[in-house]
């Protein structure tokens, strides 16, 4: 079965140093990944997903990840944090017919 | 172009009680996804939607069901509700239901059961 694991429920960064939030994938065909942002009582904000096309990817807000078939990875960075990053961020796998399998989320908090 | 709404936005109900949320697709999308968000569950699939036809479906009791019609509009219904069933309740939104179609979620729906 397909799914994901997401290290850190929790990491703090300062402003302006790097976010690394980290993903790993289970899967046993090629895998379509996501990551969405979740801020307070809101709904999940697609930031970016991988189909194979590239393996770096860009999303919103200064967000990239990189698909790393060697690691089973899908980190999730972007060089410098803002104040408004502060969120909570999955990971997701689609496993067919639009089903997505989430990670736990880890919570970015960001300090001045 | 519109995003995913849901209504109500939250709800208060009682143990044992039903409750219908629903929700409206972007326009011209056609499957539509339902979650459960819970602190200690996470996130996790309901069932899915495609032109009124349930295609897929999560582990969830019988309690759980839904509908879609064809305007591609989606309701969900949980019967005889249980303290556990408090959570936030998403639906999300794709063109078809090819596995890279990106999913865009509405805003949820908080179900509190007392």
């Known amino acids: 079965a397909q799914s994901v694991t997401q290290l850190g429920s929790h990491v703090s960064v300062s402003e302006g140093a790097l976010v690394l939030l980290r993903c790993n994938y289970s899967s046993s065909v090629p895998p379509y990944l996501f990551w969405y942002v979740q801020y307070p009582n809101q709904g999940l904000q697609l930031l970016l997903k991988y189909t194979s096309a590239a393996t770096l990817v860009k999303g919103i807000n200064g967000f990239e990840a990189e698909f790393k078939k060697s690691e089973t990875s899908f980190h999730l960075t972007k060089p410098s944090a803002h104040m408004s990053d502060a969120a909570e961020y999955f990971c997701?796998?689609?496993?067919?017919?639009?089903?997505?399998?989430f990670g736990t989320g880890t919570r970015l908090l960001v300090s001045p | 172009k519109a995003g995913v709404t849901q209504t109500p936005r939250y709800l208060i109900k009682t143990r044992g009680q039903q409750v219908t949320l629903s929700c409206s697709p972007i326009s011209g999308h056609r499957s539509v996804s339902w979650y459960q968000q819970t602190p200690g569950q996470g996130l996790q699939f309901l069932f899915e939607y495609f032109s009124e036809t349930q295609r897929n479906k999560g582990n969830f009791p019988g309690r759980f069901s839904g509908r879609q019609f064809s305007n591609s509009r989606s309701e969900m219904n949980v019967s005889t509700l249980e303290l556990g069933d408090s959570a936030l309740y998403l639906c999300a939104s794709s063109l078809d239901a090819a596995n890279q179609e990106t999913q865009y979620f509405g805003p949820g729906t908080r179900l509190l059961v007392l």
């Open positions: 997701a796998v689609s496993t067919g017919f639009q089903k997505l399998v």
